[in-house]
C-alpha cells in the first residue's frame, strides 16, 4: 500500500457489530492505526499522542480509528479504559493486517538496539508496560492516512516495534486529504 492506491474495502469488528471503513471516510479523512498488543508500550505511546492530536484532525474534518488483533468488546474495553476519544475496532484474526501486509517482526525489529534506545520516553508518555494480555508480540503496527474517496494520503509501515509516525506527520497527511 502507497500513497495513491485505492484502500481495501475492510470490514472489522465493533461491539454494534461489523463496520465497513469505507463508510468512515466518506465525509472526510480517516487514520487507521493498526496496534500490535494491549501492552505494547510504543502503542499506547502512540494512541496518547493520537489522542493529543485528535482535535486538530476533526478541526480538518477526519477522524481516527484504532485497530486491533483482539475482539471488538475487549479493544472498546481497552480504550474506554484510556478515555481515547475515538472508536477502536476488532481484527481477532487479523484479516486486515494480512490484507494490508502489516507484517509480523523479527527478533532485532521487537528488541534490536532502535526499539530499546526509544523504550524509556515512550515507558513515560506511556505510563509504565503492561503484558501482552494474548496478544501476538511479534506484530508490527502500521498507520494510514485514508481521503474521501478511498485514496491512500498516508502508508506507515512501522519498521520495528518503536517506529510509529511522528503526529505531526499524521496531522499533515490529514489536512491534505481533506483539501
Same mark, same amino acid.
Given at each position: 500500500?502507497a500513497?495513491?492506491d485505492r484502500?481495501?474495502?475492510?470490514v472489522?469488528?465493533?461491539?454494534?457489530?461489523?463496520?465497513?471503513?469505507?463508510d468512515?471516510?466518506?465525509?472526510?479523512?480517516?487514520?487507521?492505526?493498526?496496534m500490535?498488543?494491549f501492552?505494547?508500550?510504543?502503542?499506547?505511546?502512540?494512541?496518547?499522542?493520537l489522542r493529543?492530536g485528535?482535535?486538530?484532525?476533526?478541526?480538518?474534518g477526519?477522524?481516527?480509528?484504532?485497530?486491533?488483533?483482539?475482539?471488538?468488546?475487549?479493544?472498546?474495553d481497552?480504550c474506554?479504559g484510556?478515555r481515547?476519544?475515538?472508536?477502536?475496532?476488532?481484527?481477532?484474526l %487479523?484479516? !486486515?493486517?494480512?490484507?494490508?501486509?502489516?507484517?509480523? @517482526?523479527?527478533a +532485532?525489529?521487537?528488541? *534490536?538496539?532502535? =526499539?530499546?534506545?526509544?523504550?524509556?520516553?515512550?515507558? %513515560?508518555? !506511556?505510563?509504565g508496560?503492561?503484558?501482552?494480555q494474548? @496478544?501476538?508480540i +511479534?506484530?508490527l503496527p *502500521?498507520?494510514? =492516512?485514508?481521503?474521501?474517496?478511498?485514496r491512500v494520503?498516508?502508508?506507515?509501515?512501522?519498521?520495528?516495534?518503536?517506529?510509529?509516525p511522528?503526529?505531526?506527520?499524521?496531522?499533515d497527511a490529514?489536512r491534505?486529504?481533506?483539501g
Amino acid at each position: 500500500m502507497a500513497v495513491g492506491d485505492r484502500f481495501p474495502a475492510l470490514v472489522l469488528e465493533t461491539v454494534d457489530g461489523p463496520v465497513r471503513l469505507s463508510d468512515l471516510w466518506i465525509d472526510g479523512p480517516l487514520v487507521i492505526s493498526f496496534m500490535r498488543h494491549f501492552g505494547c508500550t510504543f502503542c499506547r505511546e502512540h494512541l496518547e499522542h493520537l489522542r493529543a492530536g485528535y482535535s486538530e484532525i476533526r478541526a480538518a474534518g477526519g477522524d481516527v480509528v484504532a485497530v486491533f488483533h483482539y475482539t471488538a468488546q475487549a479493544s472498546q474495553d481497552f480504550c474506554t479504559g484510556r478515555r481515547l476519544p475515538f472508536q477502536c475496532l476488532g481484527d481477532p484474526l %487479523r484479516e !486486515a493486517y494480512a490484507a494490508l501486509d502489516i507484517r509480523r @517482526g523479527r527478533a +532485532r525489529e521487537l528488541y *534490536g538496539w532502535g =526499539v530499546i534506545r526509544r523504550a524509556l520516553p515512550a515507558y %513515560r508518555t !506511556a505510563g509504565g508496560t503492561r503484558p501482552p494480555q494474548g @496478544g501476538d508480540i +511479534r506484530q508490527l503496527p *502500521g498507520t494510514f =492516512v485514508v481521503a474521501p474517496g478511498g485514496r491512500v494520503a498516508l502508508a506507515h509501515y512501522s519498521a520495528n516495534a518503536a517506529d510509529n509516525p511522528p503526529i505531526e506527520l499524521v496531522l499533515d497527511a490529514v489536512r491534505a486529504a481533506a483539501g
